[in-house]
């Protein structure tokens, strides 16, 4: 399995514009979550999902952020209009439906640049 | 508020020592607590899980202790090596609220030869 893939790994763009980030969960697995990492707030949960529905969102800054997950095997994170305070690595992960541990795999996350 | 602590100072420790990284929590009562790991430019990795009725757990060289009457989970790794060297985070779950892990803002380790 090649693991949560995420893309693009690095995006560059101004602010004001509309960033779209896209991940591919494990096969298999029905919870997906996405995070933003930064140096000041660490790694925050923005949103998840139990079976492509949305669970919280309450992690989720301002409208200006939306998520969706159209099926099980692909979600997407779009921020418009992007914001210089925005910057930050975002990862999705996704946890399979039963198992000892719970845990949660990570993709490679995508370093997001807003100028 | 909840709050989870984690030492942000990095810790320093010579090679083949054992390694001892705390968490504290406040206003949490975890079902169970998760240790992650995470190398510069990666996603965090899982390492270990311990139930809230458990003590210790271990893994190799790793033990973790689940202290609920303190609300601190301690991260030991023994004979450590320069591969150990990362940021490790830990992360209680809430079976109450928002049913999620809370990352703390993780502990990086360095492990000199």
């Known amino acids: 399995d090649a693991g949560v893939i995420q893309s693009p790994r690095h995006e560059v763009t101004e602010m004001g514009q509309e960033v779209t980030l896209r991940c591919k969960p494990i096969?298999?697995?029905?919870?997906l979550f996405w995070y933003r990492q930064t140096m000041m707030r660490g790694l925050e949960l923005l949103i998840y999902f139990n079976n492509n529905v949305p669970i919280d969102d309450s992690g989720m800054p301002e409208d200006r952020f939306s998520a969706k997950m159209p099926n099980a095997s692909f979600s997407t994170l779009k921020i418009q209009p992007s914001e210089p305070r925005d910057s930050a690595v975002y990862f999705c992960?996704?946890?399979?439906?039963?198992?000892?541990?719970?845990?949660?795999?990570f993709g490679p996350g995508t370093r997001l640049t807003v100028l | 508020s909840q709050k989870i602590e984690q030492n942000s100072e990095a810790l320093n420790i010579q090679e083949g020592k054992t390694a001892t990284l705390t968490c504290n929590y406040t206003n949490y009562s975890p079902a169970y607590l998760q240790w992650y790991r995470q190398d510069p430019g990666r996603g965090p990795v899982f390492l270990l899980l311990?139930?809230?009725?458990?003590k210790e757990k271990r893994k190799e060289r790793l033990k973790v202790t689940f202290d609920t009457t303190l609300k601190q989970s301690l991260f030991h790794i023994t004979a450590s090596q320069p591969a150990d060297s990362a940021t490790y985070l830990c992360a209680p779950f809430m079976d109450t609220g928002r049913r999620a892990l809370t990352f703390g803002s993780g502990t990086r380790l360095q492990v000199q030869p």
């Open positions: 992960a996704s946890k399979g439906i039963a198992g000892p541990y719970n845990e949660q795999f």
């Open positions: 311990i139930r809230e009725n458990e």
């Open positions: 096969s298999g697995h029905n919870s």
